[in-house]
Nanobody
Framework: QVQLVESGGGLVQAGGSLRLSCAASGDTICISTMGWYRQAPGKERELVASIPLITTAGSTYYPDSVKGRFTISRDRTKNTVYLQMNSLKPEDTAVYYC????????????????WGQGTQVTVSS
């Protein structure tokens, strides 16, 4: 069982910045990858950023829409990931969801996906 608690959403003007936080608790040893998704009204949910937790040299991922503006980071000792969002645009307005993936990388863990409750990010023009 894994629980995800998100914070940091809010209203910001275009060009501004926000930092989202996602704290994981429970069987955090089982988490292989954490990331952020977003879903705008009338659109499908899309991956914004991801970062591996098991390996120390894993690569991060960003789609072209946020590359150069968003940065995902991790604090393994706190079981927390952050999403630093700079140069925000109105098109970034969406509900942002924290995601944690569990894979069968060890006998103790069964494959599963967990989601946070979502946090609203609104960028005004």
């Amino acid at each position: 069982q894994v629980q995800l608690v998100e914070s940091g959403g809010g209203l910001v003007q275009a060009g501004g910045s926000l930092r989202l936080s996602c704290a994981a608790s429970g069987d955090t040893i089982c988490i292989s990858t954490m990331g952020w998704y977003r879903q705008a009204p009338g659109k499908e949910r899309e991956l914004v950023a991801s970062i591996p937790l098991i390996t120390t040299a894993g690569s991060t991922y960003y789609p072209d829409s946020v590359k150069g503006r968003f940065t995902i980071s991790r604090d393994r000792t706190k079981n927390t990931v952050y999403l630093q969002m700079n140069s925000l645009k109105p098109e970034d307005t969406a509900v942002y969801y924290c995601n944690a993936q569990i894979t069968n990388w060890t006998y103790y863990c069964s494959a599963h996906t967990y989601w946070g409750q979502g946090t609203q990010v609104t960028v005004s023009s």
